[in-house]
């Protein structure tokens, strides 16, 4: 294949008549085609690694070669990509968890030879179904195997996925001589290396400059919340076209999307849960949202990294973080989304106060402890009929998302210390022992990521070049027109009182939903008597109220100091006064408060809900009491722990209350809801009315 033939296919499939190969691309398509030899390709976002795979394999099927194979992370990616793909004539189809009535009918056509391309997630190669029934019969017919975002093999990259490694496994079993493509736009020197000893022999590696030139940055230390969303609600109306505004979690997200749609702004939240009542399935209402904003009906999403890896709109006016993420690998990669194709787009980077807790939160949750890792194979090795993961969590106290990454980091060893039967994990007779000093190496690693990130929001130095050089660039030079090499804020940090009172009056109206329990883990409470079952609904609490995030501007502030000044001020209980009589509709008939006991600091929440009862001008009972002490809950990582701890530990004494009358029961810091649920579920079998629960603080992180 020549070039001048590969480049008719370009200008075919740009439609675009004067379209040439940009530095690199025929150099890739070069190596894979006529060399069929291992490429990897470091090259900057919007650089055009998806048109190497899909011309390298229209080449490859037209000169007879088998279907490709192409693993991408995401969803979203695969549906841009699909498009695409389309686009050169060729005959795409994906399979993933949400399109598995289709599986038969792609695995028929697969074996008719009448698919050109197959997008897959790395998930599905843990899926043992896919892999004995539509993986393993075209394995040898494969033309071409692609590896996106290739930085997610390395544990030494910002972003690794256990599930990549299988990867591996699958490379083992294709010929010598079959083409591989990686890619990736965010791997430094390390990375690289990873990735190539792990993509074996005959690996060629080219590797681009990394700076946007149509990119115009700048990074600000905001100092709350509230001035953050004014920020957001001042300016966006300003910035180009459409764009995307990334928040570190979900509750952020859909904060931030509803206060910008209050301010008159054409905003919707983007998550790996968002549904719509006409979308019940995400995918299907993800997948809405993104064909709007990718029609300019939208002004922007709001959206955590599930909108991320491959998500293509050439024309996107902006990227804001309202947060700041991890690592500039992590910040390179999304605010590249914007400018492909444009001139000039912005990527503006807001850090708030608590961007430190949350990102600690991550890296201290990234490994789970070696004792509760060996604990896990402990169980496995005693349980001679294996263990679901919901029996695992009954053993081990680790949240389901931690056992969910320690499973598939062991799972993905070799050889491989546990192994999945059905539903079932087993224990292995092959031996594991936890590379500690990896661990704390790559722990290390994350803490200087994120110094790195604060040296880029305060640095002096071109914006650009610090994000390029940061990913092993050594050649990038200052771009000309960040908000340093200007010399000026490219967007001012000033926002209007007017924006920011209404910022500030949200942020104390924000309240959260507290959604009732409906089933107790299985043998989680012995004492009590309860079985694993659904609670039936007489002994369910009502749906409840979350005043405030724990430590945010306004009420999260007032209810951390409270915690250690051992005292709630007072106007915290107006809070909650105004958003039970103002806002809290269903719960304004209830006749009476109560709250949740406490032996290490028995006046603490006592106190402040006498105070609310007041307030209310309803009668306080202190109807609960506490029989025992217990390890804290916040220290109780999964619902079965966090309700073992509680079991026993409650009893209901009516006293003098007026028991049949609907009931505020009252909490100050709530991570889980489980404490809440169980003494409502003691209330009403003692008897009682309906129990609204309510808490000052949510700690968990979401």
């Known amino acids: ?34 060399r069929r030899h291992r490429a990897l390709v470091v090259q900057r976002t919007g650089w055009g690694k998806s048109m190497v795979y899909f011309l390298s394999a229209k080449i490859l099927r037209d000169q007879g070669a088998g279907p490709a194979l192409i693993v991408s992370p995401l969803l979203a990616l695969m549906r841009n990509q699909i498009e695409a ?20 009918r792609v695995r028929a056509e697969l074996l008719a030879n009448q698919i050109d391309l197959l997008l897959i997630s790395p998930e599905r190669l843990a899926n043992d179904e896919f892999v004995t029934e539509i993986l393993l019969p075209v394995a040898g017919r494969i033309g071409l195997l692609v590896v996106d975002e290739a930085h997610c093999i390395s544990d030494w990259g ?52 990394l700076a946007r030139e149509t990119l115009a940055l700048q990074a600000m230390r905001l100092p709350n919340a509230a001035v953050r969303l004014a920020w957001l609600a001042d300016y966006l109306p300003q910035l180009p076209g459409s764009g995307i505004v990334y928040t570190l979690t979900v509750a952020d997200a859909q904060r931030v ?15 790996s849960g968002a549904t719509s009542g006409d979308a019940p399935e995400t995918n299907v209402h993800r997948e809405r949202l993104e064909q709007k904003l990718l029609a300019n009906e ?17 024309d996107l006016g902006f990227v804001i973080h309202y947060q700041a993420p991890g690592s500039v690998v992590h910040y390179y990669q999304q605010v590249g989304r914007a400018g492909r194709a444009i001139d000039y787009a912005y990527g503006i980077l807001l850090s708030g106060r608590e961007d430190d807790d949350i990102h600690a939160y991550f890296r201290n949750t990234a490994f ?23 029996q695992i969590e009954g053993t081990v106290n680790l949240r389901h998302g931690q056992i969910e990454k320690v499973l598939k980091i062991l799972a993905v060893e070799e050889p491989a210390p546990i192994v999945k039967d059905g539903s079932k994990w087993f224990r292995t007779p092959n031996a594991w022992r936890i590379d500690r000093e990896r661990i704390a190496h790559l722990t290390h690693q994350r803490m200087q990521e994120w110094a790195q990130m604060q040296a880029y929001i305060d640095g002096p130095d071109c914006l650009m070049q610090f994000l390029a050089r940061a990913l092993d660039d050594l050649l990038a030079k200052p771009c000309g027109h960040c908000t340093h090499c200007v010399g000026r ?14 910022a500030q009056r949200l942020l104390r109206r924000s309240e959260s939903p507290l959604e009732p329990k409906k089933m107790f883990p299985s043998g989680a409470f012995p004492r009590y008597g309860w079985s694993g079952a659904r609670i039936t609904p007489e002994y369910q609490a009502e749906a409840g109220r979350i005043l405030a995030r724990w430590g945010e501007v306004g009420w999260g502030e007032m209810v951390r100091e409270g915690k250690v000044a051992g005292r709630f001020p007072d106007e915290l209980v107006s809070g909650a006064a105004e958003m039970l009589r103002e806002r809290w509709h269903e719960a304004r008939n209830v006749g009476w408060v109560t709250c949740v006991p406490s032996l290490r600091h028995p006046d603490l929440v006592p106190d402040f809900a006498r105070r609310l ?33 509680l079991d026993g530990v409650f009893a209901v004494a009516a006293g003098g209350a007026p028991f049949a009358e609907p009931m505020l029961l009252v909490d100050d810091v709530t991570a889980s809801g489980w404490t809440l649920a169980v003494i409502a579920t003691l209330l009403r079998r003692a008897g009682s009315g309906r129990v609204y629960p309510s808490a000052l603080a949510n700690a968990g992180v979401d």
């Open 368 to 390: 789970p402890p070696e004792p509760q890792i060996n604990e896990i194979l402990v169980a496995l090795e005693e349980s001679e009929n294996g263990m679901t993961l919901r």
């Open 489 to 502: 804020l490219l967007v001012s940090d000033v926002v209007r009182s007017a924006t920011l009172a209404a």
């Open 298 to 314: 939208l002004k922007c999403l709001v959206a955590t990294t599930a909108l991320g890896m491959g998500f293509d709109k050439p």
């Open 613 to 645: 009862a007041a307030a209310l001008g309803l009668p306080f009972h202190a109807v609960v009491g506490k029989l025992r002490e217990t390890e804290p809950q916040k220290g109780m990582e999964n619902r079965y722990h966090q309700c073992r701890n």
């Open 158 to 209: 910002h972003d690794f996925r256990p599930d990549y490694r299988r990867i591996v496994g699958v490379l083992r079993q294709l010929p010598d001589n079959i083409a591989v493509l990686a890619t990736t736009a965010t791997a430094n020197t390390r990375v690289v290396a990873d990735v190539e000893a792990q993509l074996g022999p005959r690996i060629e590696t080219q590797r681009g400059p």
């Open 1 to 34: 294949m020549s070039r001048a033939t590969a480049e008719a296919l370009l200008r075919q499939a740009a439609a675009t008549p004067e379209i040439t190969f940009r530095d690199g691309q025929w150099e890739a398509i070069d190596c894979l085609v006529n």
């Open 257 to 271: 999307a509803g206060w910008l749609k209050a301010n008159g702004i054409a905003a919707e939240a983007y998550h």
């Open 85 to 104: 793909a389309q686009r050169l004539g060729l005959r795409p189809a994906t399979i993933n968890s949400g399109n598995k009535e289709d599986w038969h």
